[in-house]
């Protein structure tokens, strides 16, 4: 099983500065298999990110991820209100799906 | 439009069973995997389950094998998840997830979820 640790826990910025988050792998993955969610309050998860750096339909190129083997990134450029949520990283590519704990968020 | 619909969360005791439903529209259900993932309470998410396009291939979480059953019925777009022998750690709000065509693939499309409670 693939074990992804986020970081940092939260992340708290104001309105235009850039947000890095982090996930790292217990094992080398295939970069094809990592997908990012952002979860806003109340709300189900929404895909942003897959083959680690895809961005999914709609999504805004102020969201970009980066990353291969062990360390994935996910970068908000500009921070906007509406940025506020929680970031899940994924690993998927076999019969056991992984979460990584979540970074959240917050605007100043 | 893509549409997951969930359904069947409520109360039950410990012990108890639970069927949750999730009504697909708008693609070709027969087409793609779909899964179950839930949210504990004030906590992240956990791949409970998933099943093949054709039904035929299913895969569970540590914590839920031998006691959830994941099921899906083409005719009628519906993805099912029967939960028996419930625990109060089995608590959380279930989402049913689209997946795409390859295998193992991501979680496209999420439902809004429907919330299970265990307690006596």
Known sequence: ?108 | EVQLLDSGGGLVQPGGSLRLSCAASGFTFSDYAMSWVRQAPGTGLEWVSAISASGYGTYYGDSVKGRFTISRDNSKNTLFLQMTSLRAEDTAVYYCAKMGPIPYDFFHIWGQGTMVTVSS
Do not use: M
């Open chain 1, 1 to 108: 099983e693939v074990v992804l640790t986020q970081s940092p826990g939260t992340v708290s910025l104001s309105l235009g500065e850039r947000a890095t988050l982090s996930c790292r792998a217990s094992q080398s993955i295939n970069s094809n298999y990592l997908a990012w969610y952002q979860q806003k309050p109340g709300q189900a998860p929404s895909l942003l990110i897959f083959s680690a750096s895809n961005r999914a339909t709609a999504i805004p190129d102020r969201f970009s991820g980066s990353g291969s083997g062990t360390d994935f990134t996910l970068t908000i450029s500009r921070l906007e209100p509406e940025d506020s949520a929680v970031y899940y990283c994924q690993h998927y590519g076999s019969s056991l799906w992984t979460f990584g704990q979540g970074t959240k968020v917050e605007i100043k």
